[in-house]
């Protein structure tokens, strides 16, 4: 999944139909499963002045589990951060000058969150079929996984390796089978330390959401390793595309293939790969994409619009910033928004209170686990109100600070 700014970051350089992280959390006795919702919190959104979100401002009474993001393997399996600053105020709670604050972990469990450690990302996936393809490198690297657990009291390890047998991430066919051994290697260890620990450990992963990178991935197999799959559902469509399209329908909206949907992922996994419902969660994007000179649905564009989102995309509290230089359209096909500037000559395609109740409401029927979000600072609004994860946590939990597991 991610890296410094892999919502969005990389996102010009993804290619279209990319994750989907599904997830099923196992409890150790536990018979019933319940409703998850997973919050991506990146080490570096501390820097970021205009409104960082601090530990003590996450709003864990929406949220069931928060994955850290991120570390990353070095070649020899050596898991290390990748914002030293970011882990100091956030893992050890060493805040501003003055102002010391508690660790991630420990503000999570006063409200019954669990913390996972993300490793990799767009951007730091590229060692791993190293690690994964040696005996060696997949010891040390579970071994360095669980120091993290023990120093940092986690609650597992989720993977974000983009993608086994991606070329450009020096991935080969071996990828494939190496990636099933790496986490079965993880799972043992995490066992054996969580037997210790007294507790059951928690290993998930974020997998694509189709196309040739899923079929680089033996799914029934790491299905039965994982606790829950992520399935990032978004990226369907950007603006390294040719036309304009919605960055993560529902369903296929006009002009949209069947497979670039969160519909069509959901099939994808439980029809042709045979995982359960339970075992999945939906990605729900709380970002969009821009397209300058462009005004229209299946228009050419000419990229991303750098002038008023420099930072190339737009989150959700950036848009709602921008939103009276827009007018709001609905695409019922595929039960998303898209703003259009006459104006500004852009379109943005993104998610709103509308549209995440629809996959909410859609992640309930269909029996998934839950949802999965990147990222959550980008819902944090200035009176520090998160409307997007609001509504979620509604749809999901109905019955308010109903979340037994």
Not at 180 to 196: M, N, V, W, Y
Not at 203 to 212: D, K
Not at 265 to 270: H, I, V
């Amino acid at each position: 999944m991610p890296s410094p700014h892999h919502r969005p970051g990389e996102l010009m350089r993804r290619a279209s139909g990319i994750l989907v992280v599904c997830a099923f959390l196992g409890t150790a006795g536990a018979g019933a499963q319940s409703r998850e919702i997973i919050g991506y919190y990146p080490s570096w959104k501390v820097r970021d002045t205009s409104g960082a979100m601090t530990p003590d401002k996450i709003p864990f009474n929406a949220l069931t589990i928060i994955n850290y993001a991120f570390h990353y393997p070095l070649p020899d399996g050596t898991v290390v951060g990748r914002d030293t600053h970011g882990d100091s105020v956030i893992l050890l709670g060493l805040y501003a000058a003055g102002r010391p604050g508690s660790p991630l972990a420990e503000l999570a469990h006063r409200h019954g969150v669990r913390v996972m450690l993300s490793i990799g990302g767009w951007e730091d996936s590229g060692n791993f079929p190293a690690v994964a393809a040696s005996e060696a490198g997949r010891t040390r690297f579970a071994h360095s996984c669980n120091e993290f657990i023990r120093r940092f009291d986690f609650d597992g390890i989720d993977i974000d390796w983009e993608f086994p047998g991606y070329s450009g991430h020096g991935g080969t066919p071996a990828d494939k089978e190496n990636f099933t051994l790496l986490l079965q290697e993880l799972r043992d260890s995490l066992d054996i330390l969580g037997a210790t620990a007294g507790r059951r450990l928690l290993l998930t992963a974020a997998l694509p959401a189709g196309g040739e990178h899923a079929a680089g991935i033996d799914i029934g197999r790491v299905a039965g390793i994982l606790d829950i799959l992520n399935i990032m559902t978004y990226d369907f469509y950007g603006p390294w595309d040719e036309r304009a399209n919605h960055n993560a329908p529902l369903y296929p909206g006009d002009g949209g293939e069947p497979g670039r949907s969160v519909h069509g992922a959901f099939l994808l996994y439980t029809q042709t790969y045979h995982v359960p419902p339970s075992k999945l969660t939906i990605g729900v994007p709380l970002y969009g994409h821009t397209y300058a000179g462009c005004t229209a649905l299946n228009a050419e564009h000419g990229g991303a619009d750098t002038v008023h989102f420099p930072r190339q995309g737009a989150f959700y509290n950036i848009i709602r910033g921008h939103m009276g230089h827009f007018a709001r359209a609905w695409d019922d096909r595929a039960k998303v928004p898209y703003l259009v500037s006459t104006d500004w000559n852009m379109l943005v395609s993104y998610d709103d209170e509308e549209s995440v109740r629809w996959k909410s409401a859609y992640a309930v029927e269909r029996g998934v686990r839950g949802l999965i979000l990147w990222e959550i600072t980008a819902d944090l609004m200035a009176d520090g109100s998160h409307p997007l994860l609001d509504v979620i946590h509604k749809t999901l939990f109905p019955s308010p600070g109903d979340r037994t597991r």
